[in-house]
């Protein structure tokens, strides 16, 4: 089955600095790469997403990059605030697993103002 | 539009009881999937369900554990006999198809089980 792997665990970053947050997978035929924020007691929340036909989605302060050859994609957070503070996962599904999502280890981001 | 429903939102239950997890899908939503993450962890995936089908459940435990989402009603996670090391936080998404390209799940607020 699909195995996906997220670095780096904790990242703490200055207020306006950009964040980085990377994941590989292990499932080729996987085809959708979405990413998650999670706050305290809450539930995951759909930041933004990416499908195998496209390298690069952006949005707003957030981009999420994919590269299939390697079976990597990253999300990249720019000029940060401290409400981007949170735990972020990023997940992998399609191929031989349907809809499932197969979630990365999360990594908590911590913007100090 | 209501978003994805779970209730309860807390549930304790002592050693050896049982645990039932509602889940009501987004409206328009006929798929839905159940994630357990333990303290301080990732989501794992446990069960895909379609109305009255359970299509993958490789991520249940063998016993103990059952799922069900009828015709009419909510999806149902079943929790038997549960121990301590069932403690987790539940939580359900939905999303409108299983086929390729209509991924996006929407997470519901999870149920916090705590088993004393």
């Known amino acids: 089955g699909e195995n996906v792997e997220q670095h780096p665990s904790t990242l703490s970053v200055q207020e306006g600095d950009s964040a980085v947050i990377k994941c590989t997978y292990s499932?080729?035929?996987?085809?959708?790469f979405p990413w998650y924020k999670q706050e305290l007691g809450k539930r995951p929340q759909l930041i933004i997403d990416i499908r195998s036909n496209v390298g690069e989605k952006k949005d707003q302060r957030i981009a999420v990059t994919l590269n299939k050859t390697a079976k990597h994609f990253s999300l990249h957070i720019t000029e940060t605030q401290p409400e981007d503070s949170a735990v972020y996962f990023c997940a992998a599904a399609g191929g031989t697993s349907y809809g499932k999502l197969t979630f990365g280890q999360g990594t908590i981001l911590t913007v100090h103002p | 539009n209501a978003g994805v429903m779970q209730n309860p939102r807390h549930l304790v239950r002592r050693r050896g009881q049982e645990a039932r997890l509602r889940c009501s899908p987004m409206?328009?939503?006929?798929?839905v999937y159940w994630y357990r993450q333990l303290p301080e962890e990732g989501l794992k995936f446990m069960v895909y369900l379609q109305k009255e089908n359970i299509i993958d459940e490789s991520g249940m435990p063998k016993e103990r554990f059952s799922a069900e989402f009828p015709k009419e009603g909510p999806s149902i996670l079943r929790i038997q006999q549960v121990v301590r090391g069932d403690s987790a936080a539940y939580f359900c998404?939905?999303?409108?198809?299983?086929?390729?390209?209509?991924?996006?799940?929407?997470f519901g607020p999870g149920t916090r089980l705590t088993v004393l």
């Open positions: 998404a939905s999303s409108p198809s299983g086929r390729a390209g209509s991924y996006e799940q929407f």
């Open positions: 409206k328009g939503h006929s798929h």
């Open positions: 499932d080729s035929a996987s085809n959708y």
